[in-house]
């Protein structure tokens, strides 16, 4: 109840006060009604309540007992007392009618309410109040544009009313006008500036607008104007309006978290401060925005453990938060739930985000679907989202059209996407033309340069990354994907500094952790294995039952570019004249830079006529993206056939080779190999592989695979498998299909079938068959294991062989 009523009754109350209280003394009767209009309520109403039970009440106390009740705001209680009094509403004083009418609008009886304040007006028709109350109600019944006309009409012919500019505020806000609302409320607290009614319709419309902060300091200001649970609730808006400036990109990294910190302060203390029952209601909302704040704080493991607390307690946190929520389970790299809670998001109709907001949601839930393995849903949702947005924005009146930047955002997102279904030849065109439409964006220019990295072109997309480095040098995935370029190139140093920046400047970002865990990779030590078992063979170029197994160690890189390795091998086959044992021990040191990797070994092979020392040098150079050459020469050859060790042969080799990748899907090599055999025969050996994708899809790739083979040998009658001259042909397909991917860990199996055919002088021409299934698992970048069974049928020195071959390989970082 506001000070103008209270002032009405005022007159009433002293000229009642006059007649001795039944019992009670005057005196103290009216100390008690004072208090009340002081705000201390409770006591009279415990009087008034007294004197009604035992009889006492007249009316004076019953309209004293009404008012009092609608000051404290008990509605029902003022209805009750009005109906058990049986006084015709024609009758009441202003003050009281006032009240009673008040009540009625509380309790949402509304036809009640106006016809009571339409009897105040012509009775009363110089109190404005029930003028201004009836407007007010009529906003509150829904007709909005009528009370508007009536309190307009009023504030036009009484500007200098407060409680009139106060009345068209709360009209205004019923309507969800809040910035018509605050300039009226602000009009009213400058004509009243000390009036407490006044001071809450001001908080109030602040609130509204937004202006958690002002509103907040004027409630602490003026702490009569608002109850305890309202004070509350401006503190939780205050801490909300901080969680959503800390997730607003357009601010930088660090501005955001201080801002995220700032509010995490403030519900900590919020959080500790309501303790008592009646907050329970706030706590909650505290909880649950808390949860943004943490988000824009990269807290993304609190965010979850919180939500997954409400859950189990059995809350249903609201659709607001579910977007926070999401990313960070997204961020922890559990898509499937991430997916749930952004598909969720998006369908509430709590949030009605604009176009930006709904493509960026959208993005977000096709990247959760892409990481859980549901490719078509997230081609369907894109490919809609894509459809419900136009390409360009025609502003009336603006002869210019103008680029939708939803349409850019999904555009970039569905080009980008195609990178993880194995389409990068698709993504790169797709994107190409987007960025020469916009030569100066740089996410769309980092995003083709990963495409190119993908593509097997890092030089091509350090290029592209230098461009985009003269427009923004500072951008986050900028610095990114340059550190991942620099790994493939083998430029470490470069890597470690954009590592380092990285990490400085962003080090909760995903992508920061992400190369810096490439680079953690890296410095590790590295064992490989490499075994095979020939399980039904009699081969002559391996024997029957032969098996093999080669191991090698690199350190840690040393300065960068250096590493040491140490490796020991066994092999073993029967042959018809016994067995052949090849064992060996090999230690040297690799170099790895840009565009060169090199090796040096010595070794140790013992295979049955004492240990003697080999030694190797290979080298191989990237002359661009697509062109490698090499070459290699060994002294004691560990490629020498083992039935030629046997017979205490060894064979020198020498080897250089070009090998040009025109991409991800297309690659072809090219070998000469002469060897020189200590029984002196020379061998030229020259071999043709190539690689064509024809088909790729999320989960299956299919190749095409050509091997072409040569080679010349100068002695005849060797004691080991020794052609004059043959050549081998064999085109193959592989099947490669994915069974299972999580972001580091995947498992593949590939099916492989050949036939072709084998020329061998003086023996004709046979056919060749292979069958091959292999599986190979990789987990977390540090482990790749494959296992492999390939039966070949084919003929030697024109009889037909059938070997059943098991290969396996390892590498483990460590």
């Known amino acids: 109840m506001n000070d103008m009523t209270r002032a009405l009754c005022l007159p009433l109350m002293l000229l009642l006060s006059a007649a001795p209280a039944l019992a009670l003394a005057a005196s103290d009767y009216d100390m008690l009604i004072q208090r009340a209009r002081n705000g201390d309520y409770q006591p009279a109403l415990e009087m008034l309540q007294q004197r009604e039970q035992q009889g006492q009440a007249d009316m004076r106390s019953r309209y004293d007992h009404m008012l009092i009740a609608s000051w404290a705001g008990l509605s029902n209680e ?18 009281v009618l006032l009240a009673v009418a008040r009540a009625y609008r509380d309790t949402k009886d509304w036809d009640q309410a106006l016809a009571l304040y339409r009897t105040g007006q012509k009775r009363y028709p110089k109190e404005q109040a029930f003028a201004l109350d009836e407007a007010m109600t009529l906003a509150d019944a829904g007709q909005t544009d009528q009370a508007l006309n009536r309190l307009q009409a009023i504030v036009s012919a009484n500007p200098s009313s407060a409680d009139a500019h106060l009345a068209l505020s709360y009209a205004f806000r019923v309507k969800r006008e809040p910035y018509a609302a605050l300039q009226h409320a602000d009009r009213a607290r400058i004509l009243a500036p000390n009036k407490t009614a006044v001071i809450r319709g001001y908080i109030l419309a602040l609130q509204q607008a937004r202006l958690a902060l002002a509103a907040l300091r004027t409630a602490q200001a003026h702490p009569q104007a608002v109850n305890a649970a309202e004070m509350r609730e401006l503190e939780g808006d205050y801490a909300a309006e901080l969680s ?38 706030s706590v909650l909302r505290a909880r649950i925005d808390r949860m943004q704040a943490l988000e824009a704080r990269a807290r993304m493991q609190e965010t979850v453990n919180e939500y997954e607390r409400l859950i189990a307690e059995g809350i249903t946190p609201p659709d607001y938060i579910l977007n926070e929520v999401a990313a960070a ?168 500094v954009l590592k380092d920046t990285a990490l400085a400047r962003y080090p909760e970002s995903g992508s920061s952790k992400q190369l810096a865990r490439e680079w953690e990779v890296h410095q590790k030590s590295e064992l490989r294995v490499a075994a095979y078992l020939d399980s039904a063979s009699n081969s ?101 056939p083992l039935r030629a060790l ?52 999320p989960r299956v790739a299919v190749d095409l695979h050509l091997d072409l083979s040569a080679s010349r040998n100068t002695l005849e009658d060797a004691p080991y498998f020794n052609p004059r001259s043959d050549i081998t042909a064999v085109p193959s397909v592989s099947l490669t299909h994915t069974l299972y991917r ?38 977390n970048k540090v482990v790749d294991v494959g296992l492999s069974v390939t039966g070949v049928s084919r003929p030697y020195d024109g009889v037909r062989e059938r070997d059943l071959n098991v290969m396996a390989n390892l590498n483990f970082r460590f």
């Open 742 to 779: 999580h972001y580091d860990t995947a498992l593949e199996q590939t099916f492989t079938l050949g036939a072709g055919a084998y020329t061998q002088q003086g023996y004709g021409t046979g056919a060749i068959g292979l069958l091959g299934y292999g599986l190979r698992y990789r987990f």
């Open 646 to 697: 046997a017979n205490n042969v060894y064979s020198n080799k020498l080897s250089i080779f070009a090998h040009w990748q025109a991409n991800e899907g297309r690659e072809w090599a090219f070998s000469v190999s002469p060897s020189r055999f200590s029984d002196g025969n020379n061998r030229l050996e020259m071999q043709i592989n190539g690689r064509e994708r024809v088909y790729s899809s």
């Open 329 to 496: 389970y997204l961020y922890l790299r559990q898509p499937d739930k991430s997916r749930d809670l952004f598909q969720k998001a998006l369908d509430s109709e709590i949030a009605q985000p604009g176009e930006i907001e709904k493509a960026d949601d959208q993005t977000s839930l096709f990247y959760s679907m892409i990481e859980s393995g549901h490719f078509n849903e997230a081609d369907k949702l894109i490919t809609d989202a894509q459809a419900g947005q136009a390409t360009w924005i025609y502003i009336k009146g603006v002869p210019q059209r103008r680029p939708n930047d939803a349409h850019l955002i999904l555009a970039q997102t569905a080009a980008v996407g195609k990178q993880y279904t194995r389409d990068l030849a698709d993504a790169d065109q797709s994107l190409s033309p987007m960025l020469a439409l916009a030569p100066r964006d740089v996410s769309l220019r980092v995003a083709l340069a990963q495409i190119h990295r993908d593509r097997t072109w890092p030089r091509q997309a350090e290029k592209e990354l230098k461009m985009a480095e003269t427009l923004e040098p500072q951008n986050h995935n900028l610095i990114i994907e340059q550190g991942m370029t620099a790994l493939t190139l083998q430029d470490w140093r470069q890597a470690e």
């Open 244 to 281: 959503n400036l800390a997730s607003m990109p357009t601010r930088t990294r660090q501005e955001r978290y201080d801002i995220a910190d700032k509010a995490l302060e403030r519900y900590q203390n919020e959080l500790e401060q309501w303790q008592s029952s009646d907050a329970q209601r």
């Open 540 to 640: 002559p170029v391996s024997g029957n039952g032969d098996f093999g197994v080669d191991t090698v160690l690199y350190t840690p890189p040393i300065d960068y570019n250096w590493r040491g390795f140490a490796g020991v091998g066994y092999a073993h086959g029967d042959f018809e004249e016994g067995r052949g044992i090849y064992r060996w021990m090999r230690g040297g040191a690799e170099w790895r830079g840009r565009d060169l990797t090199a090796e040096a070994e010595v070794s140790a092979n013992n295979y049955g006529f004492g240990t003697k020392t080999g030694a190797r040098l290979s080298a191989a150079y990237d002359l661009s993206d697509q062109w490698q050459i090499g070459a290699s020469a060994a002294f004691r050859s560990r490629e020498t």
């Open 78 to 95: 003022v209805l009750r007392l009005y109906q058990q009094s049986g006084q015709a509403h024609e009758k009441l004083p202003a003050s």
